[in-house]
């Protein structure tokens, strides 16, 4: 492999790491305040509480918040990295191919667009867990 392109590789996958570790950050900074606030506030209320018709459930323990919390900063973590290294060996071989063939621009910023749709969804996944505390 040609030093340029190992450079290139280690930057952008440590990039994507910086990057699902500040997600992870904001995400636990934002959501965290009112996973405390709903335990301090629930301890005296009744198990199943109905709400215009919804059924709420009892609130988790405190460590299943945190494991729940943990989960979802791996899961950003994991799918960031993925996401970075996918971008990496896409993004290079879109760049050569452009290099040699300038009319295949679209369909390269298209493949390398479905390779960061990998952090999206796991984006989608640390919001569901998330939203089960």
Same mark, same amino acid.
């Given at each position: ?11 952008? @996958? ?5 990057? $699902?570790?500040?997600?992870? !950050?904001?995400l636990? *900074?934002?959501? #965290?305040?009112? &996973? ?24 988790l323990?405190?460590e ?7 989960a979802?900063?791996? @899961? ?5 990295? $993925?996401a970075?290294?996918? !971008?990496?060996?896409? *993004?290079?071989a #879109?760049?050569? &191919?452009?290099a040699?063939?300038?009319e ?29 505390v």
């Open positions: 492999m040609n030093r340029n392109v190992k450079k290139f590789f280690l930057l952008s @996958v440590a990039l994507t790491v910086v990057i $699902g570790a500040a997600m992870m !950050v904001t636990l *900074g934002t959501l #965290a305040p009112k &996973a405390y606030a709903q335990e301090s506030a629930s301890a005296s209320a009744p198990e199943v509480v109905k709400v215009k018709g919804l059924l709420q459930r009892e609130p323990p405190e299943a918040v945190g494991m729940a919390f943990l979802a900063g791996i @899961v950003m973590s994991v799918s960031c990295v $993925g970075g290294i996918a !971008v990496a060996i896409t *993004g290079s #879109a760049i050569g &191919a452009v040699e063939r300038p295949l621009m679209g369909r390269t910023l298209l493949i390398v667009g479905l390779a960061e749709g990998i952090a999206i969804y796991g984006l989608i996944i640390a919001i569901m867990i998330l939203s089960k």
